[in-house]
Nanobody, 120 residues
Framework: QVQVEQSGGGLVEPGGSLRLSCSASGSISGIHHTGWYRQAPGKQRELVAGINGAHRTVYGDFVQGRFTISRDNFGTTMYLQMDNLKPDDTAVYYC??????????????WGQGTQVTVSS
């Protein structure tokens, strides 16, 4: 079983910055995708940023260079640095890990979510 724990988030004024952290532990043999997603009230969950097994990064169109995803070499710890935050960035942010357990089963595990509120 894979456990995921995330931290960070909170209230910030427009133009401010926040850093989200996430870590995975448990029965992990390898990780082939890590990502951050968000869900605003009344909207579908959307990709914020992701890193695949080839260490390629992808960002949602709305990011426009304001956010940076990073992770450690094995992929169990990752971060989302968010700068120049806007009120539209207000949402619950979730981290996600996809990979394989030692007995070669696939896993797709989510963090508990953390609220990010951008408001003056």
């Amino acid at each position: 079983q894979v456990q995921v724990e995330q931290s960070g988030g909170g209230l910030v004024e427009p133009g401010g910055s926040l850093r989200l952290s996430c870590s995975a532990s448990g029965s992990i043999s390898g990780i082939h995708h890590t990502g951050w997603y968000r869900q605003a009230p009344g909207k579908q969950r959307e990709l914020v940023a992701g890193i695949n097994g080839a260490h390629r990064t992808v960002y949602g169109d709305f990011v426009q260079g304001r956010f940076t995803i990073s992770r450690d070499n094995f992929g169990t710890t990752m971060y989302l640095q968010m700068d120049n935050l806007k009120p539209d960035d207000t949402a619950v942010y979730y981290c996600n890990y996809q990979g394989k357990t030692p007995d070669l089963r696939d896993f797709n595990s989510w963090g508990q979510g953390t609220q990010v509120t951008v408001s003056s």
